[in-house]
């Protein structure tokens, strides 16, 4: 996609949902119940980006990196991950969103295996949202299976290759990258997709991330001039020429 500054909608978003252990804190809650806070939220926010005609969600649920974290708090995300795919399909398919699961899934069990190809499995039919769930993900990961992937077909590890055979060929890169709870970094996210992105940080803790913040990001987007390595003379479109009468 070429330049901006249109006020457009972002094609496809990205999201960093990070804060919740936070906002369970400051209520002197448990993490978990953050985490179950945050389920919420992005069922909202998927509802509001279809409403807006984003056409791709990409959300960062667990990294590679999140299994160092206290055992008590791994097991619950994997428990609150069943209890989504048990909850949730069925009302996101009704609203016509096609489920993806993103990551490296040999770290995960049979069970939850089968419950995310289920998942996908039926809402293959679906067009109106794709939302790619990015879990036991890190974009080192990605990388590198990629390229263990064309070296073992003994394919050529180009750029262009390698770009076909990562875990998100199936959707164009992200226009837009959010990452909320105020940090400002990526965190081993989408680090090869993300090359063009804009970045967005919200301070907004992820269960507290609303219509109103997913619409500063969007607005701050569309006054952004992409320009893709070329200068801006070069990818503002010509005066239109005035004919005399
Ligand atoms: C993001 O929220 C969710 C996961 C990483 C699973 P955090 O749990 O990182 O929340 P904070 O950053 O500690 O507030
Ligand atoms: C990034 O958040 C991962 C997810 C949101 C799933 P983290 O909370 O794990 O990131 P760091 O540790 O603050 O960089
Ligand atoms: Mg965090």
């Known amino acids: 996609m070429n330049s901006k500054k249109t006020g457009a909608v972002p094609r496809h978003i990205a999201i960093i949902m990070d804060g919740n252990g936070r906002w369970a804190k400051r209520r002197l809650l448990p ?23 984003v056409e791709v969600l990409t959300v960062f649920a667990f990294s590679s990196e999140n299994w160092n974290r ?4 791994v097991s619950g995300l994997m428990g609150l991950l069943a209890n989504a795919l048990a909850k949730e399909v069925q009302q996101l398919s009704n609203d016509g969103v096609r489920l993806h699961f993103v990551g490296d899934r040999t770290g995960l069990s ?8 289920q998942a996908e499995r039926q809402t293959a039919h679906n067009s109106r949202l ?14 590198a299976q990629a390229a263990s992937k ?3 077909q003994g394919i050529a590890i180009t750029a262009e290759n390698l770009d076909k055979a990562m875990a998100m060929s199936h ?24 090359a063009y992105s804009e970045l967005f940080f919200s301070p907004s803790l992820w269960p507290d991330f609303d219509e109103s913040d997913l619409d500063q990001a969007i607005a701050a987007f569309g006054g952004r001039e992409r320009r893709f390595g070329q200068t801006s003379e070069q990818i503002q479109p010509p005066p239109a020429r005035i004919v005399a009468a």
């Open 150 to 152: 064309l070296a073992g």
């Open 171 to 194: 959707v164009c890169d992200p226009d837009l990258l959010i990452r909320t709870g105020g940090e400002m970094r990526i965190s081993n996210f989408l680090l090869w997709q993300a």
């Open 130 to 143: 794709v939302l790619n769930v990015c879990f036991n993900y890190g974009g080192r990961w990605d990388i």
């Open 31 to 53: 993490r978990l119940a953050g985490h179950k806070q945050g389920v919420e939220a992005l069922r909202r926010c998927a509802r509001a980006c279809a409403e807006r005609g």
């Open 110 to 117: 049979d069970k939850v295996c089968e419950g995310l190809s």
């Open 70 to 73: 206290p055992q008590e708090e």
